[in-house]
């Protein structure tokens, strides 16, 4: 079984997966947005090419805790996922994940035009990571 993580963006939606051991994550790619469609397509292509069996979607809480609008966009975009792939979609938690990839690219040295191809596939590594590590140890 593999998890698929989304950091959905306005312009893109960053995409990790997890091995199929459900231990590490891996950034697969940025998908740029154009239309729903088009977006439910590419990701239809990775959950077919990686044997995917739960989505986790980040979910943009203010840092109050309370949900603003991107939040409730997140939610219409749970709502297409869940029925177009019939596979159960988690919304996780993602305040500061943006923040914390940026904090991860600059340490490691890349250039601001570097980061920005990169930064929204590295968040979803860390929505993904923070849901596995939330969850009991198997086994």
Do not use: C
């Not at 297409?80 to 159960?88: A, G």
């Amino acid at each position: 079984m593999r998890i698929l993580a989304l950091d959905l963006g306005e312009k893109n939606i960053g995409v990790a997966v997890s091995d199929p051991l459900e231990i590490t994550a891996q950034g697969v790619k940025v998908i740029r947005r154009s239309n729903m469609s088009k977006d439910l397509a590419h990701i239809r292509e990775l959950v077919k090419e990686y044997s995917v069996e739960k989505i986790v979607l980040g979910y943009p809480l203010n840092m109050d805790g309370s949900a603003g609008e991107k939040a409730r966009e997140t939610l219409v975009f749970k709502e297409k996922l869940e029925n177009v792939f019939s596979l159960p979609v988690v919304i996780w938690d993602e305040r500061l994940t943006t923040v914390a990839a940026q904090r991860t690219l600059l340490a490691a040295g890349l250039r601001r035009s570097e980061r920005k191809k990169v930064v929204d596939k590295v968040a979803a590594v860390l929505i993904l990571e923070s849901y596995m590590q939330s969850r009991p140890s198997r086994g």
